[in-house]
């Protein structure tokens, strides 16, 4: 299972995890890192820390210089890894780290665990619709391979908005983050995962991720596990509806049988939306 929902501490991600983490200081993001990648160090993962623009190093790293030396290790910083101020180009980040990966496991280690200070790579609109994109397709990487992930998010250089748009893509984040959740799913045949709650207050927000982080349907059909979708409004559900026929798709939404989207569905019948009850 992977570790999903709001969550205490990132410490314990294991493979195939995936947090988006808000953080107050900068010092708070270089001990939170430290602790996560000191964790896989322990579990021979090949551990990867990606500076924020303060260029500072994790903090509180046990063995850091012996695994630095054997190459179990690697230090770099956002503007060597990523574009800097431009808008990430999805396809080829994921790439980048599947490659990563892979290298790691040829090197003989178990995984690969990265944590990265993001923020500067979400201030602009522009930016956080590749990056949700970005997010959206490194999840579903994540979710089949082993890589573990850790995004770091500053909350005063973010808009509180902004910071719920950039989170509510990641299966797990901290408190105070988004309501909601729409990632990717590990089975193939599941095209996205949608849980928490999306009330009127979260309905642009829920209409922009999916806008942004644009799942992909197969044969027609745009299929979303909501089984931990404790709430939906009429208004979101008619947003998924509207997203799937725009792609010429029906969305088919598994819930529970007493799900407030099974209930809506049954007033309300929508074009482009089909919700299947478990048995």
């Known amino acids: 299972m992977r570790l999903a929902g709001v969550i205490g501490t990132p410490d314990d991600a294991g493979v195939h995890d995936h947090v988006g983490w808000a953080f107050d200081q900068p010092a708070d993001f270089h001990t ?3 602790r996560f990648l000191s964790a896989g160090l322990a ?3 090949r551990v990867v820390y990606v500076a924020g623009t303060d260029g500072a190093g994790p903090a509180g790293m046990h063995g850091l210089e012996a695994a630095l030396a054997t190459g179990q290790a690697q230090l770099t910083s956002v503007t060597a890894m990523y574009s800097d101020g431009e808008p990430v180009d999805p396809d080829r980040q994921v790439a980048a780290f599947a490659a990563a990966a892979g290298q790691a496991l040829t090197d003989g280690w178990s995984g690969l665990r990265v944590a990265a200070d993001v923020t500067s790579l979400v201030r602009t609109e522009q930016q956080r619709a590749a990056w949700a994109r970005y997010e959206f397709l490194i999840d579903r990487h ?4 082993p890589l573990i992930g850790m995004c770091g998010f500053q909350r005063g250089a973010l808009d509180p908005a902004v910071l719920a748009e950039v989170t509510c893509v990641h299966p797990a984040l ?4 988004s309501g909601f959740r729409l990632y990717a799913a590990g089975d193939p045949d599941t095209h996205a995962v949608l849980a ?5 207050a979260s309905g642009d927000l829920f209409a922009t991720a999916l806008r942004h982080a644009r799942p992909e349907p197969a044969d027609g059909r745009l299929v979303i596990d909501a089984a931990e979708l404790a709430f939906v409004d009429h208004h979101s559900l008619a947003a998924l509806a509207d997203y799937a ?3 010429g798709v029906t969305a088919v939404m598994h819930a529970d049988r007493d799900s407030v989207a099974a209930a809506i569905a049954r007033i309300v019948p929508m074009a482009g939306l089909r919700v299947v009850v478990k048995a």
């Not at 994540?142 to 391979?145: G, L």
């Not at 901290?174 to 983050?177: I, R, T």
């Not at 928490?196 to 009127?200: F, L, N, Q, S, V």
């Open 43 to 45: 579990r021979r993962q």
């Open 196 to 200: 928490g709650e999306i009330d009127r």
């Open 32 to 34: 939170r890192a430290g």
């Open 142 to 145: 994540i979710a089949r391979h």
């Open 174 to 177: 901290s408190a105070g983050c």
């Open 245 to 247: 026929t725009g792609l």
